[in-house]
């Protein structure tokens, strides 16, 4: 199999869901990087794909259609990627109906959260300024920062929006293995986002993975910026032992949103091509 250096960032958002940049934006910083490929991942929808097509044959850089979708999952946090979708199923467009419908609800029960603690916030306020989009946590957090709530948005989930904050609520996600037969149905491959966020031991990932491969999941993001190097190489070594793809991202949303990661780079900062990761495999999969 030829190896070759490319960029290849499989894991991007856009102001679809949370992210600062339009579909057309980041395709346009995408091309202007040098990525050979990217893939649109935003969170429960795919209002924005179309225009991310359109501006990818434009300025001729290969596109990858995708969604990220929120899993139930005991411990942690799990994300469900669904790349190289060629159409929306029936299933699908349910599914993500069911997760925006569940944002919006856990979107107004934080907000009520942060009026019970003495605030002066309001849904349709902070609407106002987010016209449509699929609302998250990052919005709320900005819209505290412009209230002068908090002085920037990473203090908003430090203190009320995070984990375990007071005003956190948990959100509701979908069975994987409903999950699993939508993102196929779409024509796409289901690969696990960012899999340190599932708060598993060493000892119980491999076991984790292999039944998640048994159950149809494809592939794993084994190179995320919120993971350390040295994990994302031990995650790589898994997957291609289990017979995963092993894809890399840079989750990223926008400079203003998450000013630690950039389009094109992932764990460590390091552009994607560092790490070997193999392009035209992984595109003639997603093709």
Not at 12 to 18: E, I, L, R
Not at 73 to 79: A, I, K, V
Not at 132 to 141: F, K, W
């Amino acid at each position: 199999m030829l190896l070759f250096f490319c960029m290849i960032d499989l894991h991007v958002h856009t102001t679809a869901s949370d992210g600062q940049y339009t579909p057309y934006e980041i395709v346009s910083m995408a091309a202007e990087k040098g990525l050979s490929a990217i893939a649109v991942t935003d969170h429960d929808t795919v209002n924005g794909l179309e225009e991310a097509k359109n501006a990818a044959e434009k300025l001729k850089i290969k596109f990858v259609p995708g969604v990220e979708l929120n899993i139930n999952w005991p411990t942690g946090e799990f994300h469900l990627l669904g790349l190289g979708l060629k159409n929306i199923s029936p299933s699908l467009a349910e599914h993500m109906n069911i997760l925006q419908r569940d944002r919006i609800t856990r979107n107004e029960k934080m907000m009520q959260k942060m009026q019970e603690l003495g605030y002066d916030v309001s849904m349709e306020e902070m609407l106002a300024d987010n016209p449509d989009t699929v609302i998250g946590r990052p919005h709320l957090a900005r819209y505290f920062t412009k209230k002068g709530i908090v002085k920037q948005p990473q203090i908003a989930f430090d203190k009320f929006i995070g984990k375990g904050r007071p005003a956190y609520v948990e959100r509701t996600g979908l069975n994987i293995d409903e999950a699993v037969v939508a993102i196929n149905e779409s024509g796409g491959h289901p690969v696990i986002a960012h899999p340190m966020s599932l708060y598993l031991s060493w000892g119980k990932m491999p076991d984790t993975l292999q039944d998640l491969f048994d159950r149809g999941v494809e592939g794993m993001e084994a190179f995320h910026p919120g993971a350390r190097t040295t994990d994302c190489f031990r995650l790589r070594e898994l997957g291609e032992k289990i017979g995963m793809k092993v894809t890399a991202g840079s989750d990223f949303h926008g400079e203003k949103i998450r000013a630690d990661r950039r389009l094109g780079h992932t764990c460590s900062d390091k552009k994607i091509n560092d790490y070997l990761i193999k392009c035209d495999e992984i595109l003639a999969w997603l093709s």
